[in-house]
């Protein structure tokens, strides 16, 4: 793997998720971004779902020390070594060897110690093509995973050259995973920019996709 596209090392690993740190303080891969961990013949790929800045030792957190950024590098330079950044990401897709992309959960986690790197565009749109990863991100059960979905929809859009054509085909999608919950359904449509009706009318986002409120009770 490319050295400069590293973006992690992974520390804890399971079937559904794994757990990396950044090579270097406060520069993680973005929340919703797609990665991707080379174990051997078989690359996973994952959706980064959490990250997190935090103390180097767990048993010491960092304390407010009143400076900025830049007199903290000029006069103690040496608490900038005691901080990392851990990110979380969901498996969402793997291959094995050259063949295709499995858009479903690898049999066996990436091995700690393997390396993460952000995904390349051919990758991300052959992992997004059939949209499985909108369910398997919705079906988490982290809290946040309507924003977790609608950034990795926003994510495998800008992968894309007709982004607005994938947009439409993903709020479908997320209509039709969400028809019990209206108004998640309507949250994660709206973050994808697209429009419900009873929305303002003078202000028409780029695309909309039919929500249908009776479908929630």
């Known amino acids: 793997m490319n050295t400069v596209t590293r973006v992690g ?3 804890e690993a399971s079937t559904t998720r794994f757990r990396a740190v ?3 303080a406060f520069v993680p891969p973005a929340f919703g971004s ?7 013949a078989r690359t996973v790929f994952a959706v980064v779902a959490h990250v997190e800045h935090a103390s180097l030792d767990p048993s010491r957190r960092a304390i407010p020390l ?3 950024w830049e007199e903290l590098r000029r006069e103690q330079p040496q608490v900038i070594d005691l901080l990392q950044t851990e990110f979380d990401a969901l498996c969402v897709a793997f291959r094995d060897g050259d063949g295709p992309v499995a858009p479903y ?3 066996v986690p990436p ?3 393997d390396f993460v790197a952000v995904c390349e565009s051919a990758e991300i749109r052959a992992l997004t093509s059939d949209l499985s990863f909108v369910r398997t991100l919705g079906s988490s059960g982290l809290g946040v995973a309507g924003e977790l979905v609608a950034a990795a929809i926003r994510a495998a859009a800008d992968a894309r050259d007709d982004r607005r054509s994938f947009l439409l085909r993903a709020g479908r999608e997320v209509a039709d995973l969400y028809r019990q919950d209206y108004e998640q359904a309507c949250s994660i449509l709206r973050r994808l920019g697209m429009r419900i009706a009873g929305d303002d009318h003078d202000h028409p986002a780029p ?3 039919a929500v249908r409120r009776e479908s929630s009770r």
Do not use: C, D, N, Y
């Open 9 to 11: 090392e992974i520390v």
């Open 22 to 24: 950044a090579p270097e």
């Open 34 to 40: 797609f990665v991707k961990a080379v174990s051997g």
């Open 66 to 68: 009143g400076r900025t």
């Open 105 to 107: 959960l690898p049999p």
């Open 111 to 113: 091995r700690v110690h």
């Open 207 to 209: 695309a909309s996709v």
